[in-house]
Every structure is written in structure tokens, then in C-alpha cells.
């Protein structure tokens, strides 16, 4: 059990030398909310790309004055960069063994839940249920630890999917890049980590121990996923652990001095908020109410515009419904996430409760009574 | 005389329809109203899983150009026009090779070597490109059936920005030359048709607009309109005057 520095890696663990870091903490620790003026906020609304202190203005509670403003303007550029289209996509928990301890996560070491791990067969059973209802685009999630779900036992995950699907990304534990390269090898093209919170001190003291502590690893994982060849990185703060604003506004500098290095990276957002969790029903997203969640993607959309924004099922339906019409381009669908859910029972527990049960044939018949167009592949497998 | 000929292809209408951003029953409307004859078609997109598919809104007669989104290197899109070949038959091809998921903007370096590997193949290559001289030639020798420059980038709707470096392309290349990108009313396409250009491709200034289409049969007729007046010869703008009884008219020999 490590009760070193979380800046301090373990040997496993590859080093890359990169400069994002500092400069996303160098920004952040700089900023500071409450100076920014509304007169501020309405000169980065009508300035034509958002300059970092723009941003940060966005961020601001003197924004949250104008989020119809906001909204108005990041619909704008939603629609401008990406028409009607929403991508769909659904998560497929492989296993649920985790080393790490979370204080945030109902599948942390320790906790007493069901645990399982899909074997071969099992993971073709799911994925043809998931294929079955026309689902193109698949994401992979394990929890942390080589242990149990292995680079390998990823990579032939990876390798199974391509036969079902078109698109296939990744959201399991850091690694280094030939282990990112030989997930890209099998298939995978895009890989999600979220660091849920940029602030390291709360970050130490909420990772309790398990290869999630070591911070910089976890941050550079991107970089390292573009290393080795992947087509895009999702970027993600669970927001109401720390300061929201901050934790929002590294999110989105993290994304962009990444798109500046690798400029044919394709990047998404996602913002998801803090639920309960197995063991603690309590857990809440606390001042992240959603007209300030609404606020932060909108900042996000503003910023970035090109960036894809995904929206979890963690929201209720209602706020999905609309949020797909102002700012995000992709939501999942038909989610479970027990283990072994799609094509039987499940035989391990859920690592949040989810707000939107619907399945893949509902939220598509929703898209169209919208005129929103449902898109299940945005990319092609070429190597 | 007066059809659209692209490699050994021919059309009567120079209206190019993009469709990454419309929803498929606007498609339909769009080709409804615009008598297209060619619309575009992401591959990475074609299949629509098994709620919907976009052929079904295509009618059959209306010819897919294809095009290679989400290729970075010219070997990318290869592939993926052999996978469009393989999946629709199509051997005309819009070539787009982008390097840059900020911008847009095409890698003329790589859309050349595209060209010359598609062309080499058998297909019918159109390359979307930064409209630079050199690009449009090497392009043009190494067998693309047209060049397909950027009026200004993806989803502006600002216009023809590089009006200057399209009409030195019109002025050297003997090669149909197609607007790709940023034309955002009817009037920028009509300015386009009128420049002489062959065609020009629309997509999100239909696609956003709030009535579809309508705003479809205003670029049909801009198109047309343009189009007429380049053939009849627009008088052309001259800084210097010229008096209707010329001042050198007493010359002789
Ligand atoms: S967040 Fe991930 S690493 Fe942390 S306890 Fe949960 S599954 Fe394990």
C-alpha cells in the first residue's frame, strides 16, 4: 500500500517528458474566479474565438448571468461544425475488479460488491446484443488493475469488437505507449480518461492508493495514447469534487495544448457529475447544479468548438434531451453498466446508478422527433 | 456542350450537394427541390445501422460521390476508397485528406500523392484542396478529373475568401474547377458560378437553414443564374475609363 506523493510514479510506469502539465496547472492556479466582470464575460461572448482568458471568464459565476447568452452562442457553433448529427455510442463494462481506492467509486478495492470479469464467450454474447440494436460504436471500460483485466486480455477485447463494430475506444487504467500501441493494433482508435479532479491535493487525498494515485501518469495517458497512433482522446473532470470552475477550465486547457502538439488529434469533452455510488448514497455533485453543468459545457463548446462533447448517462433524460440541441454531439444509449446486462443477466454490480435508462431504439426515435440525426459511425478503421 | 464533365462522367446540373450535416429526411427534401444530380457521401457515415439507412433516402438516380473523410495520409484514403468501391460501386471519389480536427483544412502534399494512387487505381479522383497553383497542377498531372478548392473553410459560410487564388487557377488549369466549402448564400454561389467555375458544393448553408427546402431552390436558381451569366460574358469592371467615343480613335495603321 503507497502512501508516496501522487507525483511520484511507480516502475512500470513510462515517463514522456511533456510540457502540458505545467502549463495547465501554471493557468490554473492563477486563476481566480470571482475577479472577473460581467463586462468581461460579454467581451469574450462577442470576440471571435475564445482566447484562454475568455475562457476562464466563462467559467466565472459572472457568467452564470448570461447563460442564455452562452447557450445562444454555443448552439451556434455547434450547429456550424457539426449540423443535426449526434453520434451514439453505448459503454460495455468488461470487468469489475478494481486495485485502486477511489473514495468516489461504488467498484474501489474493498468494497463489498459483486464482482465479475467477462470471458471470451461472454464478450461476444454482450457485443452481439449491443451490434443487435444497431449500435455501431462501443466503448470498453474495466476497472484499474493489470491483474485482472491484463493489456492483453484488452487488446483481444479490442480485437472481438472490430468484428462488431466500427468504431471501438477504450476508458480502463493508464498505460504506457506499446501497450497503447497494441490496443490500436487490435482495433482501438480512441481513448478516454478522465482525471476527475486537476487539483493534486485533493486528488491525493481521494486516490487512496492503486496505479490511479500516481497524478502526472494518469494526465500524460493521453499524450501517450497519441503516441502510439490512436485517432482521438476523450478528456473528462468529474465535477463537484473540487472546485468545478478549475477542474472545468483544466479539462479544457488540457484538451487544447494537446490539440496544439497533435493537431490532427480528435478530441472529446465530457462532464460528468459526481452520483451516488453502492455504499454511499450520498455521494452528490453538490454547487454543479445544472444551469452551472449547462455553463461549463457551453464554455467547453465555445472554446473548442470542434471538439466532440459527450454527455453521460448519468443526466436524466430531460437535461439530454436538450443539451443535444445546444451543445453535445454524442450520448450514449441502451447503457448498462452491471456486467454481463446486454445479452442476460448481469452477474456484477453497477459502478453508479444511471438517470437514463433508455434503449438505443427510444433516444433514436427521440433524435428524430427533434430533426436531430442519429450518427453511429464517425470514423473508419484504416491502421 | 453546356454539361458538367467530370473524367468520363457527364451532369446537367452544377449543384454539388454535401451531406454530412443535414438529417436524411432534409436530404431528400434538398433533392427534391434543387434537381441535384450528385451528392456527397461520407463513408465513415454510410451505414446508418440498422434504424435507418441513408441510400433508402437517395434516390437512384442521383450519383454517391463518396469522399475519404477521416483519412490522414494519402494510403488512408485509398483504403477507404476501395472500401467505397466495394460498397457502392462508386469509382468517382472526392478525395479529403485533413491532418488538422481544428480547422478542417485540407494537406494539399498528401491529397497530391491521394490523387496519384487513386488515379493509378482506376478512379475517378476529386481532391478537396488549398487552392495553391502549384497543388492544382501537380494534382491535374497526376490524373485528377477536377480540383475541388475551398471558398473558405468547412462550415463558415463566410464566402468566397480566396476569390483571387481561385480565379488564377481558373485562368491557368484546364480542368474543371469545383467550389468546395464556405459558400454560405445563394448570392456567394452565384458569384462563383460567375467567376466560370464548373460547379459548387453546398451543405451546411441548406442544412442550417430554418427552411430547408426552400433555401435548396434559392442556390439552384443562384447556380443557374450564375452560371448563365458567365456564358454570356459578364462585362467586366475596369478602374480606368472608357469613354463610349474613344479618344484613340483617330489612329491609322
Ligand atoms: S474510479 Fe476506477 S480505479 Fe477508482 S475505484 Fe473506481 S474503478 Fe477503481
Known amino acids: 500500500m503507497s502512501k508516496k506523493s501522487v507525483f511520484e510514479y511507480e516502475s512500470n510506469m513510462q515517463e514522456i517528458h511533456s510540457k502540458v502539465l505545467q502549463n495547465v496547472l501554471a493557468q490554473v492556479s492563477s486563476y481566480h474566479k470571482e475577479n472577473y466582470t460581467q463586462a468581461e464575460v460579454l467581451k469574450a461572448l462577442q470576440s471571435e474565438s475564445l482566447s484562454i482568458e475568455g475562457l476562464k471568464a466563462l467559467l466565472s459565476p459572472a457568467a452564470s448571468a448570461f447563460l442564455e447568452e452562452l447557450a445562444f452562442k454555443a448552439r451556434m457553433l455547434t450547429k456550424r461544425h457539426f449540423g443535426n448529427s449526434i453520434a451514439l455510442f453505448t459503454p460495455l463494462y468488461l470487468s469489475n475488479y478494481c486495485e485502486s481506492k477511489c473514495v468516489y467509486c461504488g467498484f474501489q478495492k474493498g468494497n463489498a460488491i459483486a464482482r465479475a470479469k467477462l470471458s471470451e464467450a461472454e464478450i461476444r454474447a454482450e457485443m452481439q446484443a449491443i451490434a443487435d440494436t444497431g449500435l455501431q460504436e462501443v466503448l470498453l471500460l474495466t476497472g484499474e488493475g493489470r491483474e485482472h483485466a491484463s493489456v492483453e486480455y484488452i487488446a483481444q477485447a479490442c480485437k472481438i469488437a472490430k468484428e462488431y463494430f466500427k468504431v471501438v475506444g477504450v476508458e480502463v487504467y493508464v498505460m504506457n505507449v506499446d501497450e497503447y500501441e497494441l490496443l490500436h493494433k487490435n482495433g482501438c482508435e480512441f481513448v478516454t480518461i478522465y482525471q476527475e479532479t486537476y487539483n493534486a491535493q485533493k486528488y491525493e487525498k481521494i486516490h487512496i492508493f492503486g496505479e490511479k494515485r500516481v497524478f502526472p501518469y494518469r494526465f500524460n495517458g493521453q499524450e501517450r495514447a497519441l503516441k502510439a497512433g490512436m485517432r482521438g482522446v476523450g478528456f473528462g473532470a468529474l465535477l463537484g469534487i473540487d472546485e468545478f470552475e478549475k477542474d472545468a477550465l483544466a479539462t479544457a486547457l488540457h484538451a487544447y495544448f494537446l490539440q496544439k502538439a497533435y493537431p490532427h488529434a480528435e478530441l472529446s469533452l465530457s462532464a460528468p457529475r459526481l452520483r451516488p455510488i453502492l455504499g454511499n448514497r450520498k455521494i452528490s455533485p453538490k454547487d454543479v447544479t445544472e444551469a452551472r453543468l449547462l455553463q461549463v459545457l457551453c464554455a467547453y463548446r465555445i472554446f473548442l468548438p470542434f471538439a466532440n462533447i459527450v454527455v453521460s448517462t448519468r443526466e436524466r433524460a430531460g437535461f439530454r434531451d436538450k443539451i443535444i440541441d445546444i451543445v453535445a454531439t454524442k450520448i450514449s444509449a441502451g447503457v448498462s453498466v452491471g456486467i454481463g446486462e446486454h445479452s442476460g443477466e448481469k452477474k456484477g454490480d453497477d459502478q453508479f446508478q444511471i438517470s437514463d435508462e433508455r434503449s438505443v431504439a427510444e433516444v433514436f426515435s427521440m433524435l428524430k422527433k427533434a430533426k436531430l440525426q442519429a450518427v453511429m459511425s464517425d470514423s473508419i478503421y484504416v491502421g | ?253
Do not use: W
Not at chain 2, 10 to 15: G, L, T
Not at chain 2, 79 to 99: D, S
Not at chain 2, 194 to 214: D, H, K, R, W, Y
Open chain 2, 1 to 253: 456542350m453546356h454539361t458538367l464533365k467530370l473524367g468520363k462522367f457527364e451532369f446537367n446540373s452544377r449543384f454539388i450537394l454535401g451531406s454530412g450535416k443535414f438529417s436524411l429526411e432534409l436530404i431528400e427534401a434538398a433533392i427534391k427541390e434543387a434537381n441535384v444530380e450528385i451528392i456527397t457521401l461520407a463513408l465513415r457515415r454510410a451505414h446508418t445501422g440498422k434504424l435507418e439507412n441513408i441510400l433508402d433516402y437517395i434516390p437512384k438516380n442521383i450519383t454517391i460521390l463518396p469522399n475519404t473523410s477521416g483519412a490522414r495520409t494519402a494510403e488512408e484514403a485509398l483504403k477507404i476508397a476501395q472500401l467505397a468501391r466495394e460498397l457502392c460501386g462508386a469509382e468517382m471519389i472526392k478525395i479529403e485528406v485533413i491532418r488538422d480536427s481544428k480547422y478542417l483544412l485540407p494537406d494539399n502534399y498528401e491529397s497530391i500523392k491521394a490523387v496519384e494512387l487513386l488515379a493509378k487505381e482506376g478512379f475517378t479522383p476529386l481532391p478537396y484542396m488549398y487552392p495553391d497553383l502549384y497543388a492544382a497542377r501537380a494534382m491535374r498531372d497526376a490524373g485528377a478529373a477536377a480540383i475541388m478548392p475551398l471558398g473558405a473553410p468547412i462550415g463558415t459560410n463566410k464566402g468566397l475568401r480566396t476569390k483571387d487564388f481561385i480565379q488564377i487557377l481558373l485562368d491557368e488549369l484546364d480542368l474543371p474547377i469545383i467550389v468546395d466549402a464556405g459558400l454560405g448564400s445563394p448570392a456567394q454561389a452565384c458569384e462563383a458560378m460567375q467567376m466560370g467555375v464548373s460547379a459548387v458544393m453546398i451543405n451546411t448553408a441548406i442544412a442550417l437553414s430554418s427552411n430547408i427546402p426552400q433555401m435548396a431552390r434559392a442556390f439552384k436558381l443562384a447556380i443557374e443564374a450564375g452560371r448563365e451569366g458567365f456564358l454570356a460574358g459578364i462585362a467586366g469592371q475596369s478602374k480606368l475609363a472608357r469613354a463610349s467615343s474613344p479618344l484613340t480613335g483617330f489612329l491609322r495603321d
